[in-house]
């Protein structure tokens, strides 16, 4: 078992919540910072909350870690301008990650989203495309892009674009085979439990990329467990005839110790003479 320690930002999210959860209850982690706008409903003794202003952070408000994993996202209509929406998609995750650095955190693990790209013309892929292209030029030690499709699962909030989306992609799941397969929609619990994994197992490489098709396949690896019987522990019959130990001793109760003297047989207890004090 590691001892290892995770942040988290955008923890209160679809995907966020579901990873902090996952981390909390797996044994390689010891400790778990959030850090947060608004405080999570979930608890947990491994957890440690830090509500802070995006805007406002600094250095010292990242502590060491094994890992950081970002979560931040939002929509424009939910952000309510292309300004707020690029502060939360590019600036906030650009600025913590360049703190990371600072930091000494060796794996940065962002997500970003399946068409990102720098040069497409869709706004929100052109964004999520030119964070990536800024966070591989910081030169982390290691970073680790998370593209999803569309994300599904229980929000605290009502997209209805997402809702429909989610209808339709289920509907026409079966149908997404070959290269369409990329398009399926995918749990945000298994792309936080797929996070986790790259964390632990992943390509040790300074970037990789991660699509989601591959993210819906990421399972554990399956280790098996030490046989730990009597019979792989001892082996009395395979030992040398000189090397031989009879199990079987005197226990003297007078002076309450293991006694060296070998028997052959059975225990026999010495008991005090009370004639001869």
Sequence with gaps: MSMRAAIVIGATGLTGSSLVEQLCENDEYVSITIIARRKPIFTHPKLEVKIRDFDRIEEKDIEFAHELYCCLGTTIKKAGSREVFEKVDFEYPLAIASLAKKRGIPHFLVISAMGANENSPFYYNRVKGKLEHDLVELGLQRLSIIRPSLLVGDRDEFRLGEKA??????????????????????????????????????????????????????????????????????????????????RDVIINRDKFKMEETVIDKEVHFQHRDQDKK
């Design 165 to 246: 989306g989610e209808k339709l992609l289920k509907f026409a799941q079966p149908l997404l085979i070959g290269p369409f397969k990329r398009a399926r929609a995918i749990e945000a619990s298994q792309v936080a439990k797929a996070m986790i994994i790259i964390a632990l197992y992943g390509k040790k490489q300074p970037v990789t990329i991660y699509p989601s098709n591959e993210l819906a396949t990421l399972q554990y690896p399956e280790i098996p467990e030490e046989d730990a019987s009597r019979e792989t522990l001892f082996h009395w019959d395979k030992l040398e005839e000189g090397e031989k130990v009879n």
